[in-house]
């Protein structure tokens, strides 16, 4: 079968983001996510979370934490597109721990892989945050089924229809770092339009679909200069974990733009910044 013009421009286009990337995890073939664009066509955001809440498997077991979240190798994000740090997952898990809970399952994108050599995987991360506690994360692109079952794939290019939400048939799969993606494929056009939202959203799917921290960080600070403050509260702790020459200086700064917007976040961890320098 020929590919259509959009999907060959997506498939260069692919090839070149992979390139400029220089993703840390191994990734390998061709991967084609069938478009949908008839009237029984559905969100897949909103078909994500339905089938996340179907039962199977261990979410049918009380002693199973199961936590779905956006993700990539590096970080994971809340319902607001706000990075969510480890520490804070732990203090969500605690509770459930307390009342029972033996395991935690991590339902997103490669939190089972480590982003780099003598790294730890998120799960990893978190495990420690919880004193050892046990978690499982995903080794690749988490992909939901209609019945809440998952499975992951690894490939080095996604052939898909940009420009537009994802959306899927009535009960077929979704490919969860898609759902958090396609915005990037129109951040040209959210620039153009000085769109904050719209270019904060394309920053997070440079981070969890392209695997591209660098892009992440440059649609971040972008949209930091529209006064959007999850995007600059985003940026900043992309740059304290990166932690390179610089880093800390800027991140307070953006930090500090956030917080004079009341963003509470922001201003806790700023806060938290400026004891450590004292």
């Known amino acids: 079968m020929k590919l259509s013009l959009m999907a060959v421009l997506l498939l260069a286009a692919s090839f070149q983001v992979l390139a400029e990337c220089k993703s840390p995890v191994e990734l390998k073939g061709v991967v084609t996510v069938d478009p949908c664009t008839d009237e029984a066509c559905v ?5 994500f979370f339905k089938y996340l809440t179907n039962k199977k498997d261990s979410q049918d077991d009380p002693t199973v934490l199961n936590i779905s979240v956006h993700a990539s190798p590096w970080r994971l994000y809340d319902a607001d597109k706000r990075i969510l740090t480890i520490e804070e ?3 969500v898990a605690k509770p459930h721990i307390e009342s029972g809970v033996k395991r935690i399952v991590l339902k997103a994108s490669w939190t089972g892989v480590p982003p780099g050599r003598g790294e730890k995987s998120l799960a990893m991360k978190l495990s420690d945050a919880l004193g050892g506690f046990p978690v499982v994360g995903a080794d690749g692109f988490v992909w939901v089924a209609e019945d809440g079952s998952l499975r992951t794939t690894h490939q080095a290019v996604t052939i898909f229809q940009g420009g537009r ?5 009535s009960g077929r799969e979704v490919m969860a770092s898609l759902v958090a993606g396609w915005p990037a494929t129109l951040e040209d056009v959210f620039l153009q339009a000085k769109d904050d939202v719209g270019i904060m959203h394309a920053g997070v799917g440079w981070d969890v679909f392209f695997l591209c921290p660098d892009r992440a960080l440059q649609a971040f600070e972008a949209a930091a200069r529209y006064a959007n403050p999850i995007a600059a509260y985003n940026a900043a702790l992309v740059r304290i974990q990166r932690n390179a020459k610089g880093d800390r200086d800027v ?3 953006l930090l500090s733009q956030a917080a004079n917007q009341g963003d509470q976040k922001a201003q806790m961890r700023l806060a938290m910044l400026r004891a450590q320098r004292r």
């Open 43 to 47: 969100s897949a955001a909103e078909a």
């Open 165 to 169: 939400p994802y959306k899927v048939q």
């Open 89 to 91: 997952l732990a203090a």
């Open 251 to 253: 991140a307070i700064a």
